[in-house]
Each structure stands twice: as C-alpha cells, then as structure tokens.
C-alpha cells in the first residue's frame, strides 16, 4: 500500500512517499504553478515505477531548463485517461 504525505518545510513543499523519492522530479519552478496543477504533477510523479521515474530524472538532467513535464508525453498521457 502506498502512502503520500504532504507538508511546508520553510516555504518548500515536501512530500514523502514508501515508493522512489519525487520530490527531486519537480520541475524548476513548481511552487508557482496553481495546487491544482501541483497535485496533478504530484499525483503524476507517484505513479510512475521506479524505471519511469529514472527515465524522468535522465530526461530532466540531459534537457535542464527546456524540461517541461506538463509537455512531457507521459503526463499529457496520463491527463488524458484521468
């Protein structure tokens, strides 16, 4: 069973998970997107297994400031069958 916790920690929004770590896939600017898209993206990140999760980190590395997850395939994808 999977659990989620969500807390502010000095202005940075944590979330804690028993699956990989999300937190490091945030993109740039997460805090100023809308709770709405937040929780979208967090929602996003917390299923993916650990190889998308790894293939997500890989894309953020090699694609830096050009990495947007809300134009990433997989997100688009999973917006859709939500």
């Known amino acids: ?3 989620i916790i969500f807390y ?4 940075i929004l944590v ?5 990989m770590s999300v937190q490091h896939l945030f993109p740039e600017y997460f805090e100023t997107y809308s709770p709405e ?3 979208y993206i ?3 990140l917390c299923q993916l297994t ?3 999760k790894k293939a997500c980190m ?3 590395r090699n694609l830096e400031s050009s990495y947007d997850i809300l134009k990433s395939n997989g997100y688009i ?4 069958n939500k």
Request: glycine share 0%; charged share 35%; net charge negative.
């Open 8 to 11: 502010k920690m000095e202005d």
């Open 15 to 19: 979330v804690e998970t028993n699956k």
């Open 1 to 3: 069973m999977e659990f």
């Open 42 to 44: 967090i929602d996003y």
């Open 37 to 39: 898209i937040q929780t």
């Open 50 to 52: 650990n190889l998308e």
């Open 77 to 80: 994808e999973y917006m859709n």
């Open 58 to 60: 890989i894309a953020k």
